[in-house]
């Protein structure tokens, strides 16, 4: 299972996040450049290539850039929940309605419990990542600590941000204009302030996803090269660099696979097909834990709360949504399921000419 996850993450689940948000950030540069199609590629390819250069050279390097990044998106999103709220009531009558105009967009009115089911998957996929910190486990001071409260801390402060601006979005805009828009920061900015919000909002959008993207491209890799010490891909990729103490091979990697993914545009045909499959894995990965906790080698370094209600309830959830997204969109879905699945043939294969696991080499967390 671990391999059918590894082999998902790199050619559809991450390499496609890291695609996709560096074409966001380069949508927000192109609110102050004329950029086209070609432009915005190759600004989204910029970016990945900056980032993982940044991290190729050190961990260190990385996770400080991540800091500061993230410490400036909380005070950024703090700003525009203050002057959302102060100043959204006074929104420009015009300005909304040419909004509105230029999403052409109307609300069904026959929304069923399937239709929710399906916006949840979007929804996830907003809230995604949470689960990336574990990825530099070897590399993070006290792991078995540090690692969950980074999970609980993270994940209740992304959902209060997340929750908080789409309250403001939608106390500016209206809800059409909301669901429509593809740079609806800068449309709500726009709508209150005029022109010079939206530049304003632009800047504070391109920041933010310039920050995500950096944590996405420094968490990848190491997944890849635990991997490979297990035997599970090419030794190569398991490779430490011998000054950065980095997996450089497999930054490189990643970075090559995701800017084909931006020059292609598949990368959005992925998300349709193959992003609910990660809930699969999650779900999985409840009903393991549960499972591991019953080995009496394992140290439990800590107790999880509600156990073991809370993970067959998280387990259930994620399988109803794995179900809906299946039955709601077969062709589609069963597509993105299958191209998840080919990786059983090429495991099969891989274990065939591999019988023996690589030895495991630390990584250098310098």
Not at 74 to 79: D, K, M, R, T
Request: aromatic share 12%.
């Amino acid at each position: 299972m671990g391999f059918l996850w590894g082999w998902a993450m790199f050619w559809v689940m991450h390499t496609g996040i890291i695609a996709a948000i560096a074409t966001v950030f380069a949508r927000y540069c192109g609110y102050f450049l004329p950029l086209g199609d070609a432009g915005i590629r190759a600004v989204a390819i910029g970016a990945i290539v900056v980032l993982s250069a940044v991290n190729y050279v050190g961990v260190k390097h990385g996770t400080m850039l991540q800091t500061w990044f993230t410490l400036g998106k909380v005070v950024a999103i703090g700003l525009i929940l203050v002057l959302g709220l102060a100043f959204g009531g006074r929104a420009d009558a015009a300005a909304l309605a040419a909004a509105a105009a230029d999403a052409g967009a109307t609300l069904p009115t026959d929304i069923t419990l399937s239709d929710f089911g399906l916006a949840v998957v979007a929804g996830l996929f907003a809230f995604g990542g949470w689960h990336m910190v574990t990825y530099s486990s070897e590399e993070t001071v006290d792991p078995s600590r540090t690692i969950p409260r980074a999970l609980v801390i993270g994940t209740l402060i992304v959902t209060t941000c997340y929750v908080a601006l789409n309250a403001v979005y939608l106390y500016i805009l209206p809800l059409e204009t909301v669901a429509s828009s593809t740079r609806v920061a800068a449309d709500a900015a726009d709508a209150v302030f005029g022109f010079g919000g939206g530049v304003a909002m632009s800047l504070l959008v391109m920041f933010s996803t310039f920050g995500a993207l950096s944590g996405i491209v420094l968490a990848g890799p190491r997944v890849y090269y635990a991997m490979s010490r297990d035997g599970l891909l090419f030794r190569g990729l398991g490779s430490v660099h011998s000054r950065f103490g980095t997996p450089s091979r497999a930054i490189l990697l990643q970075a090559v696979w995701a800017i084909v993914l931006v020059l292609t545009g598949t990368y959005r045909v992925l998300f349709t097909r193959v992003i609910y499959t990660e809930w699969i894995f999650f779900g999985l990965m409840a009903l393991g834990l549960m499972r591991l906790r019953k080995r009496p080698d394992v140290e439990r370094g800590y107790s999880v709360w509600g156990y073991p209600l809370v993970p067959i309830v998280f387990a259930a959830s994620a399988f109803a949504v794995v179900t809906n997204q299946v039955f709601s969109e077969p062709r589609e879905s069963l597509t993105g399921l299958a191209l998840v699945l080919a990786g059983l043939p090429v495991y099969a294969l891989w274990v065939r000419m591999n019988p023996e696991l690589d030895e495991r080499t630390p990584l250098d967390p310098r």
